[in-house]
Protein backbone atom coordinates (compact mmCIF):
# COMPACT_ATOMS: atom_id res chain seq x y z
CA UNK A 1 0.00 0.00 0.00
CA UNK A 2 1.89 3.37 -1.52
CA UNK A 3 0.94 6.83 -0.67
CA UNK A 4 2.24 8.87 -3.62
CA UNK A 5 1.93 12.00 -1.94
CA UNK A 6 -0.24 14.93 -3.57
CA UNK A 7 1.01 14.84 -7.10
CA UNK A 8 5.09 15.79 -7.71
CA UNK A 9 7.25 12.70 -7.87
CA UNK A 10 9.53 14.69 -6.05
CA UNK A 11 7.32 14.27 -2.63
CA UNK A 12 7.59 10.87 -3.15
CA UNK A 13 9.19 8.81 -0.33
CA UNK A 14 12.40 7.01 -0.84
CA UNK A 15 10.24 3.66 0.78
CA UNK A 16 7.41 4.49 -2.07
CA UNK A 17 9.89 4.78 -4.72
CA UNK A 18 12.01 1.76 -3.98
CA UNK A 19 8.48 0.10 -3.25
CA UNK A 20 7.32 1.15 -7.01
CA UNK A 21 10.77 0.29 -8.37
CA UNK A 22 10.37 -3.43 -6.55
CA UNK A 23 6.97 -3.80 -7.35
CA UNK A 24 5.51 -6.24 -10.51
CA UNK A 25 1.98 -4.72 -10.77
CA UNK A 26 0.53 -1.11 -9.87
CA UNK A 27 -3.16 -0.91 -9.26
CA UNK A 28 -4.79 2.39 -8.79
CA UNK A 29 -7.08 5.29 -9.84
CA UNK A 30 -6.08 6.19 -12.81
CA UNK A 31 -5.10 10.14 -11.93
CA UNK A 32 -2.86 8.56 -9.68
CA UNK A 33 -1.32 5.81 -12.41
CA UNK A 34 -1.00 9.10 -14.31
CA UNK A 35 0.86 10.87 -11.94
CA UNK A 36 3.55 8.41 -11.33
CA UNK A 37 3.41 7.01 -15.09
CA UNK A 38 7.00 7.53 -15.66
CA UNK A 39 7.93 5.64 -13.09
CA UNK A 40 5.97 2.92 -13.45
CA UNK A 41 6.08 1.97 -17.55
CA UNK A 42 8.19 -1.30 -17.06
CA UNK A 43 5.25 -2.76 -14.96
CA UNK A 44 1.90 -3.90 -15.46
CA UNK A 45 -0.48 -1.37 -14.37
CA UNK A 46 -3.80 -1.06 -13.64
CA UNK A 47 -5.96 1.76 -14.04
CA UNK A 48 -9.56 1.89 -12.65
CA UNK A 49 -12.07 4.58 -12.66
CA UNK A 50 -13.18 6.43 -9.33
CA UNK A 51 -15.72 4.36 -7.58
CA UNK A 52 -14.06 1.16 -8.33
CA UNK A 53 -12.18 1.14 -5.35
CA UNK A 54 -14.10 -2.84 -3.59
CA UNK A 55 -12.91 -4.26 -7.30
CA UNK A 56 -9.33 -2.30 -7.55
CA UNK A 57 -8.59 -3.91 -3.99
CA UNK A 58 -10.52 -7.50 -4.37
CA UNK A 59 -7.76 -7.89 -7.78
CA UNK A 60 -4.85 -6.62 -5.71
CA UNK A 61 -5.79 -9.26 -3.28
CA UNK A 62 -6.22 -11.66 -6.08
CA UNK A 63 -2.99 -10.88 -7.57
CA UNK A 64 -0.83 -10.74 -4.64
CA UNK A 65 -2.24 -14.47 -3.63
CA UNK A 66 -1.08 -15.41 -6.80
CA UNK A 67 2.66 -14.51 -5.28
CA UNK A 68 2.70 -11.45 -7.36
CA UNK A 69 4.51 -7.95 -5.66
CA UNK A 70 1.57 -5.48 -5.90
CA UNK A 71 1.82 -1.85 -5.12
CA UNK A 72 -1.98 -0.40 -4.47
CA UNK A 73 -1.43 3.41 -4.61
CA UNK A 74 -3.44 6.06 -3.04
CA UNK A 75 -2.93 9.78 -3.53
CA UNK A 76 -1.56 11.27 -0.51
CA UNK A 77 -1.57 8.84 2.34
CA UNK A 78 -3.30 5.14 1.23
CA UNK A 79 -4.49 5.48 5.30
CA UNK A 80 -5.97 8.70 5.00
CA UNK A 81 -9.58 8.48 2.91
CA UNK A 82 -7.36 5.96 1.03
CA UNK A 83 -7.36 2.53 0.31
CA UNK A 84 -5.09 0.38 2.91
CA UNK A 85 -8.47 0.23 5.37
CA UNK A 86 -10.40 -1.57 2.58
CA UNK A 87 -7.98 -3.84 1.67
CA UNK A 88 -7.32 -5.02 5.22
CA UNK A 89 -11.60 -5.24 5.69
CA UNK A 90 -11.48 -7.68 2.41
CA UNK A 91 -9.10 -9.45 3.24
CA UNK A 92 -10.41 -13.57 4.74
CA UNK A 93 -8.00 -15.49 7.19
CA UNK A 94 -6.31 -17.35 4.49
CA UNK A 95 -5.45 -14.02 2.10
CA UNK A 96 -4.53 -12.94 5.89
CA UNK A 97 -1.64 -15.42 6.18
CA UNK A 98 -0.49 -15.71 2.91
CA UNK A 99 -0.10 -12.23 1.97
CA UNK A 100 2.63 -10.01 3.66
CA UNK A 101 1.07 -6.68 3.46
CA UNK A 102 3.52 -3.52 4.30
CA UNK A 103 1.85 0.34 4.49
CA UNK A 104 4.20 3.34 3.19
CA UNK A 105 3.42 6.89 3.92
CA UNK A 106 2.58 9.43 1.91
CA UNK A 107 2.21 13.05 2.11
CA UNK A 108 -1.52 14.06 2.80
CA UNK A 109 -3.05 16.96 0.73
CA UNK A 110 -3.24 17.95 4.21
CA UNK A 111 -0.23 18.55 4.65
CA UNK A 112 1.08 19.49 1.24
CA UNK A 113 -2.16 22.45 0.83
CA UNK A 114 -0.89 24.10 4.45
CA UNK A 115 2.60 24.04 3.01
CA UNK A 116 1.24 26.39 0.29
CA UNK A 117 -0.57 28.52 2.55
CA UNK A 118 1.95 28.96 4.94
CA UNK A 119 1.16 27.85 8.54
CA UNK A 120 -2.32 27.69 9.16
CA UNK A 121 -2.50 24.29 11.30
CA UNK A 122 -0.05 25.56 14.09
CA UNK A 123 -2.68 24.40 16.02
CA UNK A 124 -5.32 21.61 16.79
CA UNK A 125 -7.39 20.55 13.29
CA UNK A 126 -10.06 18.20 12.12
CA UNK A 127 -10.12 16.89 8.84
CA UNK A 128 -13.60 16.50 7.29
CA UNK A 129 -14.53 15.19 4.15
CA UNK A 130 -17.51 16.23 2.46
CA UNK A 131 -18.28 13.38 0.36
CA UNK A 132 -21.77 12.24 1.10
CA UNK A 133 -21.33 8.87 -0.27
CA UNK A 134 -20.44 6.75 2.20
CA UNK A 135 -21.12 9.42 5.03
CA UNK A 136 -24.74 10.66 6.11
CA UNK A 137 -25.52 14.70 5.72
CA UNK A 138 -26.83 14.87 9.04
CA UNK A 139 -23.49 13.48 10.38
CA UNK A 140 -20.70 15.50 8.07
CA UNK A 141 -22.77 18.44 9.12
CA UNK A 142 -23.02 17.40 13.17
CA UNK A 143 -18.89 16.81 12.99
CA UNK A 144 -18.86 20.38 11.23
CA UNK A 145 -20.70 22.46 13.94
CA UNK A 146 -18.78 20.48 16.70
CA UNK A 147 -15.43 21.31 15.17
CA UNK A 148 -16.71 25.15 15.29
CA UNK A 149 -17.91 24.83 18.59
CA UNK A 150 -14.05 23.54 20.00
CA UNK A 151 -12.41 26.35 17.84
CA UNK A 152 -10.72 23.81 15.74
CA UNK A 153 -9.09 24.76 12.38
CA UNK A 154 -11.27 22.40 10.09
CA UNK A 155 -9.74 21.39 6.70
CA UNK A 156 -12.33 20.38 4.23
CA UNK A 157 -11.41 17.16 1.68
CA UNK A 158 -13.27 16.48 -1.09
CA UNK A 159 -15.48 19.82 -0.76
CA UNK A 160 -17.44 20.11 -3.91
CA UNK A 161 -18.18 17.74 -6.64
CA UNK A 162 -20.62 18.13 -9.51
CA UNK A 163 -23.38 16.55 -8.33
CA UNK A 164 -23.11 17.58 -4.88
CA UNK A 165 -23.14 21.30 -4.78
CA UNK A 166 -25.36 22.00 -2.05
CA UNK A 167 -23.75 20.48 0.85
CA UNK A 168 -20.91 22.54 0.31
CA UNK A 169 -23.53 25.84 0.74
CA UNK A 170 -24.66 24.42 3.77
CA UNK A 171 -21.99 23.56 5.75
CA UNK A 172 -20.78 27.51 4.44
CA UNK A 173 -24.04 28.58 6.77
CA UNK A 174 -22.94 26.17 9.25
CA UNK A 175 -19.51 28.06 9.61
CA UNK A 176 -20.98 31.28 8.94
CA UNK A 177 -23.32 30.54 12.66
CA UNK A 178 -20.12 29.76 14.63
CA UNK A 179 -17.36 31.08 13.50
CA UNK A 180 -16.42 35.24 12.38
CA UNK A 181 -17.46 36.00 8.46
CA UNK A 182 -13.62 37.12 8.85
CA UNK A 183 -11.91 34.20 9.66
CA UNK A 184 -9.21 33.32 7.25
CA UNK A 185 -9.65 30.25 4.75
CA UNK A 186 -7.16 28.41 2.52
CA UNK A 187 -7.76 27.15 -0.45
CA UNK A 188 -6.13 24.89 -2.87
CA UNK A 189 -6.60 22.97 -5.97
CA UNK A 190 -4.17 20.90 -7.30
CA UNK A 191 -1.45 21.23 -4.61
CA UNK A 192 1.89 19.98 -6.12
CA UNK A 193 0.16 19.20 -9.70
CA UNK A 194 -0.19 20.94 -13.12
CA UNK A 195 -2.44 23.66 -12.87
CA UNK A 196 -2.08 24.43 -8.91
CA UNK A 197 -3.87 27.14 -7.13
CA UNK A 198 -3.85 28.89 -4.25
CA UNK A 199 -6.26 31.47 -2.62
CA UNK A 200 -6.45 32.83 0.53
CA UNK A 201 -9.97 34.69 1.63
CA UNK A 202 -11.82 34.63 4.62
CA UNK A 203 -15.33 33.02 5.68
CA UNK A 204 -18.07 35.48 3.75
CA UNK A 205 -16.14 35.31 0.63
CA UNK A 206 -15.52 32.01 0.52
CA UNK A 207 -18.30 30.40 -1.63
CA UNK A 208 -17.19 33.40 -4.36
CA UNK A 209 -13.91 30.79 -4.75
CA UNK A 210 -14.05 29.69 -8.67
CA UNK A 211 -11.20 26.99 -7.57
CA UNK A 212 -13.04 24.88 -5.76
CA UNK A 213 -14.15 20.98 -6.54
CA UNK A 214 -12.96 17.65 -6.06
CA UNK A 215 -9.24 18.38 -6.53
CA UNK A 216 -9.38 21.43 -3.56
CA UNK A 217 -8.61 21.41 -0.35
CA UNK A 218 -10.08 23.77 2.38
CA UNK A 219 -8.73 24.81 5.76
CA UNK A 220 -10.80 27.67 7.87
CA UNK A 221 -8.82 28.91 10.57
CA UNK A 222 -9.93 29.28 14.13
CA UNK A 223 -10.22 32.21 16.08
CA UNK A 224 -6.60 32.90 16.33
CA UNK A 225 -5.83 32.63 12.90
CA UNK A 226 -4.38 35.79 10.74
CA UNK A 227 -2.97 37.12 7.07
CA UNK A 228 0.44 38.18 6.87
CA UNK A 229 1.40 39.39 3.30
CA UNK A 230 0.20 35.87 1.26
CA UNK A 231 0.42 33.63 4.26
CA UNK A 232 -2.19 32.58 6.49
CA UNK A 233 -1.17 31.68 10.04
CA UNK A 234 -2.54 30.19 13.42
CA UNK A 235 -0.71 31.06 15.97
CA UNK A 236 1.00 28.29 18.50
CA UNK A 237 0.12 30.97 21.40
CA UNK A 238 4.56 31.09 22.20
CA UNK A 239 4.74 34.40 24.23
CA UNK A 240 6.71 36.25 21.46
CA UNK A 241 6.35 39.60 23.15
CA UNK A 242 8.66 38.54 25.78
CA UNK A 243 11.20 37.17 23.81
CA UNK A 244 11.19 33.89 25.71
CA UNK A 245 9.97 30.39 24.79
CA UNK A 246 7.16 31.04 27.39
CA UNK A 247 4.02 28.81 27.01
CA UNK A 248 0.76 31.06 27.16
CA UNK A 249 -1.16 28.39 25.11
CA UNK A 250 -4.92 29.14 25.38
CA UNK A 251 -6.84 27.01 28.28
N1 LIG B 1 -5.48 9.94 0.58
C1 LIG B 1 -5.55 11.35 0.27
C2 LIG B 1 -6.96 11.91 0.37
C3 LIG B 1 -7.95 11.29 -0.57
S1 LIG B 1 -9.51 12.07 -0.48
C4 LIG B 1 -4.59 12.12 1.17
O1 LIG B 1 -3.96 11.53 2.04
O2 LIG B 1 -4.45 13.32 0.96
C5 LIG B 1 -9.42 13.12 -1.90
C6 LIG B 1 -9.44 14.57 -1.50
O3 LIG B 1 -8.15 14.96 -1.03
C7 LIG B 1 -9.74 15.52 -2.65
O4 LIG B 1 -11.13 15.65 -2.87
C8 LIG B 1 -9.13 16.82 -2.14
O5 LIG B 1 -9.98 17.42 -1.19
C9 LIG B 1 -7.89 16.30 -1.39
N2 LIG B 1 -6.70 16.32 -2.27
C10 LIG B 1 -6.00 15.25 -2.69
N3 LIG B 1 -4.95 15.63 -3.44
C11 LIG B 1 -4.98 16.99 -3.48
C12 LIG B 1 -4.15 17.97 -4.10
N4 LIG B 1 -3.08 17.62 -4.83
N5 LIG B 1 -4.46 19.28 -3.94
C13 LIG B 1 -5.54 19.65 -3.20
N6 LIG B 1 -6.35 18.75 -2.59
C14 LIG B 1 -6.09 17.44 -2.74
Redesign the pocket.
Known amino acids: MV?IG??DIALLTQQALAALGDCEVVIGYKTYTRLIGNLVNDKKVISLDMHDEIKRAKLAIKKASQGKDVCVI?????????MAGLILELLNKEEKDRIKIEFIP?????S??ASLLGAPLMHDFVVI?L?DLLTDKELIEKRVRLGCQADFIIV????KSKKRRLLFERIWQILMKYKSSHTPVGI??????DN?KVEITNLKDMLNSKIID?????IVGNTKTYVKGKFMITPRGYNLARGKNRRSFTR
Open positions: GPGSGGDAGIYGGIPAVACSSFYNPVQNAYREMSTTI
